[in-house]
């Protein structure tokens, strides 16, 4: 569920069949990511955004943290070899590793190990498990599979003031599915076009519904002045199932107030709409006036847990990485409790 805000006071609501990926808070300028919760702190200086020039060009000089040429690389969703179509098992009532394990012939070793269970006795009704090969010799060497024609916009690069870079940007999902498991690759190059660093970072919302977008944000606290950067998309696949996850949350209000020094916070209301127990955590992504994305975060509600028809609160403070907010998007998916 999300809703859209353009100037302070202007509530607004707009159903979103949204749920959340397996927990990320994001908060954006110095982005600490945590499992289960992505929570990025923002700073409290403003950052430096990096204007835009013609990339690639060899004449382009290096940039350094106060430079005056960068602009984004928009690529078209990388295609990797074509691997052989996972099996994905989802969990049942009365299941046990021990016993998925025998159903598809392999040790429950092997599907503890592929699927990074710490404890085998806390499988969950709706979980989703990889089944790997049933070669012993290929137990390393795991299916994967090809990432659907999601793409990147909407791409934008700031020197923080602590060093390094950050890059922010949008999935949008133009299939008539959702789409879930986003990633975001980002890679950083110097002027002979070497790599200077690079990494990933998953959308804060766990799945993007059809025709819709959701934010992301990618950090280099370390990296020294690059020359340019490529983005794409490093997986994203159909819904398929939705165990844990809850579409059932709506945004009911929310208001933009300005805080300090450039800050904002946004606060509102959310609803279970559903019939079942769940944890609902909403994304707020903010824009400038000419549409670029400077802050993004995302918190749980106020309580925390809400059951069938139960209303929470959420407030989210961001310091924009770029110029001043100008609108906000909020965005709520959950977690399903009790099962």
Same mark, same amino acid.
């Given at each position: 569920m999300e809703a859209h805000a353009g100037t302070p006071n202007t509530p607004g609501t707009k159903p979103n069949p949204c749920r959340r990926l397996g927990g990320v808070a994001l908060a954006l300028a110095v982005v600490a990511l945590a499992a289960c919760g992505h929570v990025w702190t923002l700073p409290t200086d403003t950052p430096t955004p990096l204007? #835009?020039?013609?990339?690639? #060009?060899?004449?382009?000089?290096?940039?350094?943290?106060?430079a005056t040429?960068?602009?984004?690389?928009?690529?078209?969703? =990388?295609?990797? @070899?074509?691997?052989?179509?996972?099996?994905?098992?989802?969990?049942?009532?009365?299941?046990?590793?021990?016993?998925?394990?025998?159903?598809f012939g392999i040790s429950a070793t092997l599907l503890q190990t592929a699927n990074g269970i710490v404890d085998p006795r806390r499988l969950q009704i709706g979980q989703e498990l990889l089944i790997p090969p049933q070669?012993?010799? #290929?137990?390393?060497?795991?299916?994967?599979?090809?990432?659907?024609?999601? =793409?990147? !916009?909407?791409? #934008?690069?700031?020197?923080?003031?602590?060093?390094?870079?950050?890059?922010?940007? !949008?999935?949008?999902?133009?299939?008539?599915? @959702?789409?879930?498991?986003? /990633?975001?690759?980002?890679?950083l190059?110097? @002027?002979?076009?070497?790599?200077?660093?690079?990494?990933?970072?998953?959308?804060?919302?766990?799945?993007i519904p059809a025709g819709e977008s959701a934010a992301f944000a990618v950090m280099f606290p370390d990296a020294p002045p690059f020359a340019n950067y490529r983005v794409a998309v490093a997986s @994203?696949?159909?819904?398929?199932?939705?165990?844990?996850?809850?579409? +059932?949350?709506?945004?009911?209000?929310?208001?933009? =107030?300005?805080? =300090?020094?450039g800050a904002a916070e946004v606060v509102g209301e959310v609803v279970n709409q559903?019939? /079942?127990? /769940?944890?609902?955590?909403? /994304?707020?992504?903010?824009? +400038?006036?000419q549409g670029r994305l400077v802050a993004v975060r995302e918190v749980p509600a106020d309580p925390p847990i809400l059951g069938p028809g139960e209303r929470g609160t959420y407030s989210v403070a961001l310091t924009p990485l770029g110029g001043p907010i100008d609108r906000c998007r909020v965005q709520v998916q959950g977690e399903r409790l009790g099962e």
């Amino acid at each position: 569920m999300e809703a859209h805000a353009g100037t302070p006071n202007t509530p607004g609501t707009k159903p979103n069949p949204c749920r959340r990926l397996g927990g990320v808070a994001l908060a954006l300028a110095v982005v600490a990511l945590a499992a289960c919760g992505h929570v990025w702190t923002l700073p409290t200086d403003t950052p430096t955004p990096l204007p #835009s020039a013609a990339l690639p #060009s060899p004449t382009v000089p290096t940039p350094t943290r106060t430079a005056t040429a960068l602009q984004p690389v928009w690529l078209p969703t =990388r295609t990797p @070899a074509p691997t052989p179509t996972p099996i994905i098992y989802v969990v049942q009532k009365g299941d046990t590793l021990i016993g998925i394990a025998k159903q598809f012939g392999i040790s429950a070793t092997l599907l503890q190990t592929a699927n990074g269970i710490v404890d085998p006795r806390r499988l969950q009704i709706g979980q989703e498990l990889l089944i790997p090969p049933q070669d012993e010799g #290929s137990r390393h060497v795991l299916p994967t599979p090809t990432p659907v024609a999601v =793409r990147v !916009e909407n791409v #934008s690069v700031y020197a923080l003031p602590t060093g390094g870079f950050c890059v922010l940007g !949008e999935v949008v999902n133009p299939l008539p599915d @959702a789409v879930e498991r986003v /990633a975001v690759e980002v890679v950083l190059l110097d @002027a002979n076009e070497g790599v200077i660093a690079q990494d990933q970072a998953a959308t804060p919302l766990e799945v993007i519904p059809a025709g819709e977008s959701a934010a992301f944000a990618v950090m280099f606290p370390d990296a020294p002045p690059f020359a340019n950067y490529r983005v794409a998309v490093a997986s @994203a696949d159909v819904l398929q199932h939705l165990g844990h996850l809850y579409l +059932d949350f709506r945004v009911l209000s929310h208001e933009v =107030r300005e805080a =300090r020094n450039g800050a904002a916070e946004v606060v509102g209301e959310v609803v279970n709409q559903g019939d /079942a127990i /769940a944890q609902p955590f909403v /994304a707020v992504t903010c824009y +400038d006036a000419q549409g670029r994305l400077v802050a993004v975060r995302e918190v749980p509600a106020d309580p925390p847990i809400l059951g069938p028809g139960e209303r929470g609160t959420y407030s989210v403070a961001l310091t924009p990485l770029g110029g001043p907010i100008d609108r906000c998007r909020v965005q709520v998916q959950g977690e399903r409790l009790g099962e």
